[in-house]
């Protein structure tokens, strides 16, 4: 009996440094490690809204959008937790829609959707409103309000379809990529 108690304690200990190990990497900014990590403990998070809000949010930070499918089909016992499930499903959203438009080249008129300050809501805002040159297959647009200039660009790869938007900064240039 007693070895059967020293298990469950050793399990619930372990349980516990998980998810300890994901606030802290959340806090410190690790957002690549909540992600992956949290996906793989997603059973133990999805009992607390806030642990799936964190776990969705680092998700969003590394482009990894997909994943944000699950948290928003769990979230809603709150306000706030509502409206990140808003907030996720209008980038994910935004992302279905800017995909098919430009890797199957379906048509979409008269899109009236909310702004977020996701790179992915902000060059689907100016793709829509047809701000943007194209040159050789590469759109560039420019945010006026940040001053930063995307270049989007659709690539293939052995395993389909990528977007590509590279965000131009000052002092900075990061490559993002969604499928």
């Known amino acids: 009996m007693r070895i059967v108690t020293l298990i469950a304690l050793v399990l619930l200990t372990a349980q516990a440094l998980d998810i300890s190990s994901l606030i802290k ?7 690549a490690f909540v992600c992956k990590k949290g996906y793989k ?3 133990k998070l999805r009992k607390d809204e806030n642990l ?3 776990y969705a949010f680092s998700c969003l930070r590394i482009d990894y959008i997909d994943r944000l499918a699950v948290p928003i089909l ?3 016992k709150t306000p706030q937790s509502r409206n990140n499930r808003a907030y996720f499903s209008l980038i994910l959203t935004q992302k279905n829609i800017l995909t098919s438009a430009l890797f199957d080249g379906a048509k979409f008129e008269g ?3 909310p702004k977020t ?3 992915l809501s902000k060059v689907f805002n100016l793709y829509f409103q047809k701000k943007y040159k194209k040159t050789d297959n590469v759109y560039i647009m420019q945010d006026p309000t940040d001053k930063v ?3 989007m660009s659709v690539k293939k ?3 389909g379809k990528v977007l590509f938007i590279k965000e131009i900064r000052p002092n900075k240039t990061t490559i993002h990529q969604y499928r």
């Open 117 to 119: 300050d996701y790179i």
């Open 25 to 31: 990497a959340y806090k410190n900014k690790n957002y």
């Open 157 to 159: 790869d052995r395993y």
């Open 52 to 54: 799936i809000t964190m």
């Open 111 to 113: 899109l009236r959707i």
């Open 149 to 151: 200039t995307y270049e």
């Open 74 to 76: 769990i979230l809603g």
């Open 41 to 43: 403990l997603f059973d």
